[in-house]
């Protein structure tokens, strides 16, 4: 994680495993924050998980879904990148009821 913060505060991309390392530790985190299962996280390539408490989705296209790249990702929970800007300007996706994770973030201080 430490290396992916030193890239970013340097204005450089992270290596490919160490930005994979980084999105997939702050899922867990935030897992561990939110636990529950009405939200659907996707950072594609490197991860998804599930959480903030609510009604559970079982089947097809979760109602509740965040999606944005591995670097919007980092910056968001490194609080780097506000929530509302990064859907302002489409870096980052969210449709249903439950998905703002302003209240969660960020997950790591600067």
Known sequence: MAEALDALDRGVEPG????????RALL????RRAPGRSVEVRI????????VAGPRHTRGTPPNVVETDP????LLAS???DWAAAVA???LRAS???TDLTEYLPLIGR
């Open 28 to 31: 867990t985190e935030l897992s």
């Open 16 to 23: 490919r495993v160490v930005l994979r390392d980084a999105v």
């Open 79 to 81: 609080g780097r990148l």
């Open 96 to 98: 249903g009821v439950r």
């Open 71 to 74: 670097m919007t990702w980092l």
């Open 89 to 91: 300007d489409g870096r």
């Open 44 to 51: 594609p390539p490197f991860g998804a998980i599930q959480c």
